[in-house]
């Protein structure tokens, strides 16, 4: 039995930083494809950023390229988002999602096996 858990959202202002964390139990993050998502209110869970198995490559949407960067402490089972330079369109709950090494594509929800229960960034202006 796999479960994700997120914590590190929190309430802050147009510019601050933010470090969320996703650690893993029953199964170790590296033997995963790692994501993160989020979803606004209104709006379709949309791809944030991606780690490969290995670790050795990452995928970020356009949106969050330069700001946001996914890593991943083997030692400790968790991978981690950190956002930079927050904006007010990246307030959304944000999910962790680990998917298997053999899939093709790391941009879909489709893509994921386990997903967390979420945590709440909201970014005021």
């Known amino acids: 039995q796999v479960k994700l858990v997120e914590s590190g959202g929190g309430l802050v202002q147009a510019g601050a930083s933010l470090r969320l964390s996703c650690t893993s139990s029953?199964?170790?993050?590296?033997?995963?494809?790692m994501g993160w998502f989020r979803q606004a209110p209104g709006k379709f869970r949309e791809f944030v950023a991606a780690?490969?198995?290995?670790?050795?490559?990452?995928y970020y949407a356009d949106s969050v390229k330069g700001r946001f960067t996914i890593t991943r402490d083997d030692a400790k089972n968790t991978v981690y988002l950190q956002m930079n330079n927050l904006k007010p369109d990246d307030t959304a709950v944000y999910y962790c999602a680990a998917g298997p090494i053999q899939m093709e594509s790391y941009f879909y929800v489709g893509d994921y096996d386990y997903w967390g229960q979420g945590t709440q960034v909201t970014v005021l202006p």
């Open positions: 780690l490969s198995w290995r670790g050795t490559n990452t």
């Open positions: 029953g199964r170790t993050v590296s033997s995963f494809r």
